[in-house]
């Protein structure tokens, strides 16, 4: 697919996915994980987002989480989360896949959303595995399950953790009939959005990325958008739908 055919193909499409990762919120302030201003240059991940570290300290991660809680409390959707949401509304068929735990995305109004990674503000019991809302930061204390009052983790997947199977399986299902995968600020270091992206594609999808720099998936795409996700996308939104009414 050249680049001038990329708006028309939205057009046309009626079955969309989207893949997302934490250089869509980098615009609201949300750090992201690689790269020069990125979470694990600062901070080991071994220490903070592995089962073994929850076990070791459990306070020490609730901690680190209730900071990275802070900032996203803070921070607001912006034109990129925006704009997915609006596809949303648009296409008979949709489905938002995120990496991202932060919650952005449902408060720019996206319902369809496959959370792969979990959720920032939700945990989940250690013991009965019961998850819950936890909306207030900063925490006065650890949560604990509303059901048998257990120590509750994060409800994030963490390094050596696997996937929720039956979510893993219905992306997999939609992105089998997909048409076009576009796939936005993620560096495709954690493989999944490079996966995912090849099953569509094996299934006769066409995929784009939009990524200030190349990532894992430029070679794997059909063609690639240079620049922040907020002005690329609203910008390829607009052509879309200019092309809709044409
Ligand atoms: P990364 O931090 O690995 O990559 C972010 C990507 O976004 C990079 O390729 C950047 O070039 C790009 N980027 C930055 N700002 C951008 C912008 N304004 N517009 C467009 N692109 C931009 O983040 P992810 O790929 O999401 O897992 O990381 C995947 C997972 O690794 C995370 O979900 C996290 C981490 O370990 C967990 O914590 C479970």
Not at 9 to 37: K, L, M, N, Q
Not at 213 to 237: I, Y
Request: hydrophobic share 40%; aromatic share 8%.
């Amino acid at each position: 697919m050249k680049l001038e055919d990329i708006p028309q193909a939205f057009a046309r499409a009626r079955r969309v996915a989207v893949i997302t990762g934490a250089g869509v919120s980098a615009e609201s302030g949300v750090p992201t994980f690689r790269g020069e201003e990125g979470l694990w240059r600062n901070f080991r991940a071994e220490e903070l987002a592995t089962p073994a570290a929850f076990a070791r300290d459990p306070q020490l991660v609730w901690d680190w989480y209730d900071w990275r809680r802070g900032i996203c409390a803070k921070a607001e959707p912006n034109s990129a989360h925006l704009t997915i949401a609006a596809m949303e509304q648009h296409y008979p068929e949709f489905l938002l896949i995120t990496q991202n735990v932060d919650g952005l995305h449902n408060r720019a109004g996206s319902k369809k959303i496959a959370e792969i990674h979990g959720n920032i503000w939700k945990a989940r019991c250690t013991k009965c595995s019961s998850k819950f809302e936890i909306p207030e930061t900063p925490l006065t204390e650890m949560p604990r399950c509303p059901d048998c009052k257990s120590l509750a983790r994060p409800h994030i997947v963490w390094f050596g953790e696997s996937y929720d199977v039956d979510l893993l399986e219905s992306v997999l299902q939609f992105l089998s009939r997909t048409e076009l995968v576009l796939v936005a600020g993620t560096s495709g270091m954690v493989p999944m959005p490079v996966y995912l992206t090849q099953h569509a594609m094996q299934a006769g999808a066409h995929a784009v990325d939009v990524n200030l720099e190349d990532s894992q998936l430029t070679p794997v795409v059909d063609a690639s958008l240079r620049g922040k996700a907020g002005d690329v996308l609203p910008d390829l939104w607009r052509k879309v739908q200019s092309q809709a009414t044409a």
